[in-house]
């Protein structure tokens, strides 16, 4: 597990034959993820500077905002870890600290390896968890199991979501194709940024989602336009034990993809950033498409979710009982491949 730097920031390494894993952290991080034989990394990188998270001090940072979002935009990366909420805090819970997406996102984490396996953990004192994730490469896929620890004395609803962000030169509109395990879907309920597309609110059937000018849209392809933004919430088959979804590039012909328990993680949203955001530090030049599983459907507050209860009669949040540790256990694969991958089947 050799030190190195990735966009400007302290990293880890780890690689076999097939893939390149790069770490950090700050914030914990799943970077890149290299595909040995092509060079290609499906996640993305910001095309800012980055910025460790606990190094942000918003005063000499004043790019990334004075928002709840400016400490996780410093330094998102790759796949980040929303933990324990999916979305943005109260006010209350800002002015205590808490970040958009929780501490999962900004807490630094030890790293060590031990017999082939990479272990970053870490201790959230905000949301009052203990967090571990380790890491083991086989062949062309990466096995990852995460535990949380509760450290508070009574029952609590979280929020627990992978935010896989995938980006250029990978991503390209038009081109990238999606598959996933997806059934009932809806759009999110009010406009996802000034240049939504899609009708809000609206129920639909994967993966055709519904237009503002009354078409639909494909949501197996990335949009074809040159400025749109959205956010969609995606229910999991629930006649399958696993859920995934992948990702392919016709340009490179390299596939990703993630499956992971469908109990665990029911829902997946898919948030479509194609040079929308023009404040700083997005700037106009942000192609992002996240593909994002998890306990929640929607990224909203604690108060939002835990009110919300149920969507298509599926919870929207997760209990983690008093003292207790949950665990959960996904895979991510990558290969080339001359066409989208059309499932992902559970490696044995």
């Not at 998102?76 to 209350?92: K, T």
Request: hydrophobic share 40%; aromatic share 10%.
């Amino acid at each position: 597990m050799p030190a190195a730097k990735y966009n400007g920031r302290q990293a880890f390494t780890t690689e076999n034959s097939d893939l390149h894993v790069t770490v950090l952290p700050g914030g914990g991080h799943i970077a890149s993820i290299v595909h040995k034989r092509t060079g290609v990394n499906p996640l993305w990188t910001p095309p800012w500077k980055s910025v460790d998270p606990v190094s942000f001090d918003a005063a000499q940072h004043p790019e990334f905002g004075t928002g709840c979002d400016a400490r996780l935009l410093a330094g998102i990366m790759g796949q980040n870890l929303c933990l324990d909420i999916f979305g943005g805090p109260s006010a209350e819970e800002e002015a205590a600290g808490v970040t958009a997406h929780g501490e999962g996102s900004v807490a630094p984490f030890d790293i060590s390896e031990s017999k082939g396996r990479l272990t970053m953990a870490t201790t959230m004192p905000l949301a009052q968890l203990r967090f571990e994730r380790t890491l083991e490469l086989r062949g062309a896929a990466i096995r990852i199991c995460e535990t949380v620890e509760s450290l508070a004395a009574f029952d609590r609803p979280i929020g627990w979501t992978q935010h896989v962000t995938l980006g250029p030169p990978f991503l390209e509109r038009g081109v990238t194709q999606f598959r996933a395990s997806a059934a009932q879907s809806k759009v999110f309920e009010s406009e996802f940024g000034t240049d939504a597309y899609l009708n809000a609110g609206a129920e639909f059937d994967w993966p055709l989602a519904p237009r503002k000018d009354g078409a639909l849209m494909d949501l197996r392809v990335m949009n074809i336009s040159p400025v749109s933004s959205g956010y969609t919430a995606h229910a999991m088959n629930e006649a399958k034990e696993h859920a995934f979804f992948t990702a392919w590039s016709p340009s490179s012909k390299v596939a990703i993809g993630y499956i992971w328990k469908r109990s665990d993680f029911p829902w997946l949203g898919i948030w479509e950033e194609n040079h929308s955001r023009t404040e700083s530090p997005w700037n106009g030049q942000t192609l992002t498409r996240g593909m994002e599983f998890g306990v929640s459907p929607f990224p909203e507050s604690r108060r939002e979710t835990v009110d919300r209860g149920r969507l298509f009669n599926i919870p929207t949040y997760r209990w983690l009982p008093a003292k207790a540790t949950i665990s959960t256990e996904y895979w991510i694969v990558v290969r080339q491949t001359d066409a989208p991958l059309e499932s992902v089947d559970w490696p044995s």
